[in-house]
């Protein structure tokens, strides 16, 4: 966790969460109380990152049960929660999982508790992925606050750190929201990674000029095929890693494969509104009324990806193989850590 | 021109121009008097586009042999002037033919009437390249307010929409001074023209999700071999464009080639201060003392671009020999205008 952030923790009788869109200038935290604090926590992105907001929702799910006596009602609180955002797939898995349980706060403690397991051996996985002195490129924030645990592919970068490989890391801003200027920065400077910001448009111009070793990032959604979704701009940079011969990784739980679906074209994506391009923290940057497109993510197709990171290990091609062994492989946390 | 916005003009004894970091909030209008109001102007940002700085460019010069009597003097602040920015081509081009003329102002008055006549040549030429309907994407601004006279890019997508064309425009927002949102919006919008603002890194989901036809962009230099210099983040939408088999046209004026450098690599560019990507407009977006790499253009290798559209025609492949050809050829504006 990044020293003095907490991104979500249980309090007794509300769920705190730190709003992630003060940061870097605040950290305020808050309490959310009912279904409709949650969802729209998890809406606006106070809380954010597909495995954070799942351990978030769960959490929600474990409070709605003890307020909420009216099962039906508490059933369609839950929904509420589940349906707050359509790309990531962990925030449904979490729900659900809470759902089923006999003690849902145990199940959202075991969740919390899974999932700080879980990036700690992803770390330990990636590691290899990295040489001493690497230079590496990632895109939006997948650190502690994206986790509510160690980070996927930030904790990558973390761990490589701690391990005296010294990584240089290039980090684009990522419009709209600055997740990678606000958050990433933050969390690299607390675990003394040299970090260097660029805007979106920059990373080609980097990678040829700065010679960039690998390209690794998160997902919100993998399908079977390993077409994955996340943070709009990934699949630019997954074809500019193609063109410049640098290997371009993702790093996220199996929780964030959804192994239900074939491909990238069955992945729901969130378009949100034009406001958050013509606009910034309130201040207009187009003229009044000016139109946009935003998509909040992309999906690149699983052949412009090298390897997934996962708990269980490296998943390489042919995908159609790795990830349906993946979903049946029992999961074993590395030793070496 | 924008109705009602002119980006520079004579103005007896100084030279007028529009202040453009405040648009589109505001139209401040400024006169600058000095070799230090004009250099600030440009190197600032307040007056840019590599045509623009070029008419603004050659006004100053003349200006300063009005005001500056002694000889050294003012060849050292014209000298001052031609420094103001390193990587466009046109502003010492322009500055060297007002010192070499007989009648300063006179020089500069006739580099803006042929601006105005060249981007007219281009869009009629470009205008060729426009089918019906089509779906295009550009970066920057390269209308109007960045040449003084009709535009670049934006002059051929103005020119199909006058034309009856209704073409539908993807614009990149670019990052970090927002010239996409703040000044393409506007001019497009007081074309009629039907405009998309999308962020820099959502350009490869618009391109697939949107079926672009065609991108086209402004140039800052283009070397013999075609390699060309544009804004940052153009060499990121060249591979995309050739990822996806849309055309990458590059609309330039004959003096944004620079006949005297064989490639890419002798081209200049310019490293801009980290704080416009760690902040906006005064507003903090990354934590204090965070560390930026912010060139503000790079390079398009020419085997990237489809094809040059300038007031001489259209430039193709291979560029060795056509580059040459249209330093020797004579310009002969378009009859059929």
Chains 1, 2 share one sequence.
């Not at 949650?38 to 106070?46: P, Q």
């Not at 508790?113 to 992803?122: K, M, N, R």
């Not at 371009?248 to 992945?267: E, N």
């Amino acid at each position: 966790m990044t020293p003095g952030l907490t991104a979500v923790a249980w309090d007794g009788d509300a769920v705190l969460y730190l709003d992630q869109r003060w940061l870097p200038n605040e950290a305020r935290y808050e309490r959310a109380r009912s279904a409709d604090d949650v969802a729209e926590a998890i809406a606006s992105l106070a809380v954010r990152g597909a495995p954070c907001i799942g351990v978030f929702g769960a959490y929600g799910v474990a409070l709605l049960r003890r307020t909420i006596a009216d099962d039906a009602e508490f059933r369609r609180a839950a929904q509420r929660v589940r349906a707050a955002r359509p790309t990531a797939v962990n925030l449904g898995w979490a729900v659900d999982r809470v759902l089923a349980a006999a003690d849902p706060l145990q199940e959202a403690r075991a969740i919390h508790d899974e999932q700080i397991a879980i990036d700690d051996a992803i770390a330990s996985y990636g590691l290899e992925l990295i040489r001493k002195g690497a230079r590496v490129l990632t895109h939006c924030n997948t650190g502690p606050l994206a986790t509510a645990g160690g980070g996927t592919a930030l904790g990558v970068i973390i761990a490589a750190q701690r391990g005296g490989k010294k990584p240089r890391v290039f980090l684009g801003e990522t419009r709209p929201l600055l997740q990678g200027s606000r958050l990433n920065y933050l969390e690299l400077e607390a675990a003394g990674v040299d970090a260097v910001l660029i805007v979106d448009s920059a990373a080609a111009v980097a990678m040829r000029e700065h010679r960039i070793d690998l390209v690794i990032v998160g997902a919100d959604r993998i399908a079977r095929n390993g077409d994955t979704a996340n943070k709009v701009g990934t699949y630019a940079l997954a074809i500019l890693a193609a063109h410049h011969g640098i290997p371009f990784y993702v790093a996220a739980p199996r929780s964030t494969f959804d192994f239900s679906i074939a491909g990238g074209a069955d992945i729901p994506i969130e378009e949100r509104s034009a406001e958050e391009v013509v606009s910034f923290r309130g201040q207009r940057v187009a003229p009044d009324g000016a139109a946009a497109y935003n998509p909040a993510f992309d999906v690149t197709p699983g052949h412009l990806i090298t390897a997934f990171v996962t708990e269980c290990g490296i998943v390489r091609p042919p995908y159609g193989d790795s990830i349906s062994d993946l979903e049946l492989r029992p999961l074993v946390l590395p030793a070496h850590r």
